[in-house]
């Protein structure tokens, strides 16, 4: 019987065809995160409460009234409030599916089984990111379709004509836009912010919990501030605000100078911030949680 030795070739062969590719691991990041209940109950939960937002304002009382006289400034409304819907809850969204795409794999222990296979620990970091900020683009587009039908259910319902779009001027379509991109950047830091706490706790519980809580503590944060500058009549409290990636992100439309969208409701720092500090600020916050955790990710061994 003859026997046939194995080649180091083809043994390098099957071992680089055994490894999962880059985009087979953003693939498994999807199909497991569209098997996860939780994915679809809070996507439900988002879905009633849009349309719950479209009937409260479709039965405010002068909606049609105005959609009559001023269908300019009801286009705003019929957009601007349900994109910030969006921009909130879609955050929270993120931000929970985030730290279960990263730290569950820690807590179950998983990741080991990932990385025995020659996956790299930054690789598989930053596929596990790819596919959270491909579930960025697919909340932002679905949602952004689903405010769309809501608009045009809501004219039809108020006696509107549904070619509502035709009185949308440059302004209006120039604001909309600035502020589809503020959601964008505010979905897109809090993606980053998520993982990044889930890389440093290297758990769901922590990871969930700290992401969940950036955002009301750094809002929060805005009442110490101010008290402390008037007990001390000092300005630089104040303007430690327009520092602070919450207060800055929820300000975002009136810093960077929309005048028919806003305010959004929500805290905003209490000094002005300009346009470029601004976007300066939450672009330091994104690259600051980028380092972070792909150093983390990079000279922590996996011990879990």
């Known amino acids: 019987m003859n026997a046939i030795a194995a080649s180091p070739y083809m043994d390098s062969a099957l071992s680089s065809r055994a490894r999962p590719s880059f985009f087979g691991l953003v693939g498994g990041g999807l199909l497991k995160l569209s098997r996860q209940w939780m994915t679809w109950i809070i996507l439900v939960l988002y879905l009633g409460g849009t349309a719950l937002l479209f009937l409260l304002l479709d039965s405010g009382g002068n909606e049609k009234e105005i959609l009559q006289k001023d269908p300019l400034n009801f286009l705003y409304t019929m957009t601007a409030y349900p994109a910030t819907v969006m921009r909130i809850f879609g955050g ?3 931000m929970i599916i985030t730290a279960y795409l990263v730290g569950m794999e820690y807590q179950g222990g998983t990741i080991r089984v990932v990385l025995a296979r020659g996956v790299g620990r930054v690789q598989f970091f930053l596929a596990q990111l790819t596919t959270a900020l491909l579930v960025v ?55 980053l912010m998520a993982a990044t706490m889930a890389v440093i706790g290297r758990s769901l519980a922590f990871g969930m919990s700290a992401a969940l809580s950036w955002f009301p503590i750094d809002n ?21 605000t327009g520092y602070l990636l919450g207060p800055v992100v929820n300000g975002l439309p009136e810093e960077l100078g929309l ?32 380092v972070i955790s792909l150093l983390l990710t990079w000279k922590k061994d996996v011990k879990e």
């Not at 909340?139 to 949308?168: H, K, Q």
């Not at 944060?221 to 430690?240: E, K, V, Y």
């Not at 911030?273 to 994104?286: C, D, F, I, K, R």
């Open 92 to 94: 929270f969204f993120l």
């Open 220 to 240: 929060i944060a805005i009442i110490p501030l101010t008290l402390i500058a008037q007990f001390l009549h000092r300005d630089w409290p104040r303007n430690a």
């Open 259 to 290: 005048k028919n969208i806003g305010p959004t409701g929500l805290l905003a720092p209490v000094v002005k911030v300009e346009s470029t500090q601004a976007l300066l600020v939450v672009l330091a916050y994104a690259v600051a949680f980028l």
């Open 137 to 191: 683009i697919m909340l932002f587009v679905g949602w952004t379709l689903i405010n769309l039908a809501g608009l045009f259910v809501s004219v039809l319902i108020l006696g509107g004509r549904p070619d509502i779009f035709t009185v949308a001027d440059s302004t209006y379509w120039r604001e909309m836009g600035i502020y589809m991109l503020t959601i964008l950047m505010s979905m897109t830091v809090s993606v």
